[in-house]
């Protein structure tokens, strides 16, 4: 599981069927003292109601076709959760 920001929205007009109710966004992955690191990802957002600023939980590969309503997409990489505070001993601690 990876921590990040959502960056951009894709909007697609084609697409497969599977994915027509799917919001696609891309991710930047950042480090937990909410730093930027020069990665970015694809990743298939169901059901959350997330937009561009949120910072978010990302799971890659098979696993996140395990989130709910994700089974049956052709996806390997989807947003698991919404990111309010992070609590780490006391080197870490933010509230989003």
């Given at each position: 599981?990876?921590?990040?920001?959502?960056?951009?929205e894709i909007v697609c007009t084609v697409k497969d069927p599977k994915l027509e109710s799917i919001k696609l966004f891309v991710v930047r992955f950042l480090k937990l003292d909410k730093s930027e690191r020069n990665e970015y990802?694809?990743?298939?957002?169901?059901?959350l109601?997330?937009?561009?600023?949120?910072?978010?939980?990302?799971i890659k590969g098979s696993p996140s076709r395990q989130l709910e309503?994700?089974?049956?997409?052709?996806?390997?990489?989807?947003i698991s959760a919404k990111v309010?505070?992070?609590?780490i001993d006391d080197k870490y601690k933010y509230l989003i």
């Open positions: 599981m990876d921590f990040g920001i959502i960056t951009k990802i694809v990743c298939a957002e169901n059901r109601g997330l937009g561009i600023g949120d910072y978010v939980l990302v309503g994700n089974t049956d997409i052709p996806v390997d990489s989807a309010d505070s992070i609590f």
